[in-house]
């Protein structure tokens, strides 16, 4: 079936220090890839995306490259700061009927960054 | 465009009561989704419609748990009758088309005592 693993957290870094966090997928298909993240007392916000292997999303100084051989989505920063602190969804989208549309979110992986 | 919109934003309530929260998809979304975020259990998906008509409710836990989509604007979930291990928050996202990212609403804190 389909899944999605993140990093365990929580995740701590100083400010402007570089940020991975790591996703692997586990799909049929070729699914669509997401990153949201979610800042206290907050909904999801869709962060990026990515609909096919190779594309690269980017948002905000975030990127995550689509790796259809690894079946990876790793999301990076290379200079984190303290606005950044929230947590972040790793998702994935699967089409499995005419009418089905599941979404499969990872765990979380909480960020906090320290001046 | 306004976003997705959610009602209440808190709700507290005693165990028993019955428990009804509203979802205002953005419109031209054919997709509504309804999740439920719990620190034990992460985001959990608990039903979701296309064109108004529910097409998975697997997750939907227990046969308290019912939800509605009368029309393209409007969604509810209800809880009948709320138990204290309901408490969580509830968010509903939509979704313009099959395969699209899924835009999600502030969310519904509720807490059963």
């Known amino acids: 079936g389909n899944s999605v693993t993140q990093m365990e957290g929580p995740v701590t870094l100083s400010e402007e220090a570089f940020l991975t966090i790591n996703c692997t997928y586990t799909a049929t298909g070729y699914p669509s890839l997401f990153w949201y993240v979610q800042y206290p007392g907050e909904g999801l916000q869709l962060l990026l995306k990515?609909?096919?292997?190779?594309d690269k999303g980017s948002n905000k100084g975030f990127e995550a490259t689509y790796r259809k051989e690894t079946t990876s989505f790793h999301l990076e920063k290379g200079s984190v700061q303290v606005s950044d602190s929230a947590v972040y969804f790793c998702a994935l989208s699967d089409l499995p009927s005419n009418t089905g549309n599941q979404f499969y979110f990872g765990t979380g992986t909480s960020l906090t960054v320290i001046p | 465009d306004a976003g997705v919109i959610q009602s209440p934003r808190h709700e507290v309530t005693e165990m028993g009561q019955e428990v009804t929260l509203r979802c205002k998809p953005i419109?031209?979304?054919?997709?509504l989704f309804w999740y439920r975020q719990t620190m034990m259990r992460g985001l959990e998906l608990l039903i979701y419609f296309n064109n108004n008509v529910p097409i998975d409710d697997s997750g939907m836990p227990e046969d308290r748990f019912s939800a509605k989509m009368p029309n393209a604007s409007f969604s509810t979930l209800k809880i009948q009758p709320s138990e204290p291990r309901d408490s969580a928050v509830y968010f509903c996202?939509?979704?313009?088309?099959?395969?699209?990212?899924?835009?999600f609403g502030p969310g519904t804190r509720l807490t059963v005592t």
């Open positions: 996202a939509s979704s313009a088309y099959r395969g699209l990212e899924q835009y």
């Open positions: 419109s031209g979304h054919d997709y």
């Open positions: 990515a609909t096919k292997a190779d």
